[in-house]
């Protein structure tokens, strides 16, 4: 078998990162490179069903090897977030025993515990890191290779019994357009998980709503001489509109 972390590295390998306020879909060509490779390699794996829709999803079937349970898919995404630098990434790895990663020696990134408390929690554990400059592209493409893997053992004669289980790969999640031209008809499963971060053996039922709005203020510049009554800083509008929303429904609260 191939393991996750010889599949996530091949990946990782593609820059898929998505683009706000396009005007196409995906976003960015490279999603649909990316999504083919994977569309191909679930073929030869033997999954049924195998499509890459004009969108850029795709789909596929293990099929069932016991009548029992309803369909259940599986879904991540392939695109990757653009908030930093999507490429080329110089993976590493890491035997992880404790205190601070040098990412970059050059440059001086470092990774601490003190920033990322959660190196506290993977001491003993083979890490793989960046060399700084890129992000890694583990949300989600480890997503990715960990149903693929899955896949490819549920597709093996020794396999576990289980019901027909759907997969499915989206594009342009970062961006908030996951889901646009999803069809949930044909994806056809009764219960959903998507892979995609969190801690080792926990399950997430709920999430924060990514919607966005774009509010426009329009000020009124007045020479401060003649301002009283008349002068609008659109700033202090912000300010005043920010006051306004629920303050603890904010996400650094919830």
């Given at each position: ?167 499915g790969f989206t594009p ?27 801690a080792l053996g926990e ?9 966005t709005a774009t509010i ?39």
């Open positions: 078998m191939t393991t996750a972390t010889e599949r996530f590295l091949k990946y990782i390998a593609v820059n898929t990162t998505s683009v706000d306020d396009a005007d196409v879909y995906p976003s960015s060509p490279n999603q649909k490179v990316l999504g083919a490779q994977i569309a191909e390699e679930m073929k030869a794996m033997g999954l049924t069903d195998v499509i890459q829709d004009e969108y850029g999803y795709v789909m596929g079937t293990i099929p069932a090897t016991s009548e029992k349970g309803p369909t259940i898919g599986l879904i991540s995404h392939l695109d990757t977030s653009n908030a930093v630098s999507g490429g080329p990434i110089h993976p590493a790895f890491v035997d992880y025993q404790g205190g601070d990663i040098i990412l970059n020696k050059e440059q001086d990134i470092v990774m601490t515990p003190s920033v990322f408390p959660c190196l506290n929690e993977v001491k003993g554990k083979r890490l793989i890191v960046t060399d700084g400059t890129t992000l890694l592209g583990a949300d989600d493409k480890a997503g990715v290779a960990e149903i693929m893997t899955l896949a490819e053992r549920l597709l093996r004669p020794d396999a576990p019994k289980h019901g027909k289980i759907r997969i342009d999640e970062e961006v908030g357009e996951g889901t646009k031209f999803f069809d949930l008809e044909k994806f056809g499963a009764q219960i959903a998980y998507t892979v995609d971060g969190g399950l997430e039922y709920e999430n924060f709503n990514a919607a426009t203020i329009k000020g009124v510049s007045v020479h401060t001489g003649s301002a009283k009554d008349q002068m609008i800083n659109a700033a202090a509008v912000g300010c005043e509109f920010q006051s306004l929303l629920p303050e603890k429904e904010q996400p650094v609260y919830t």
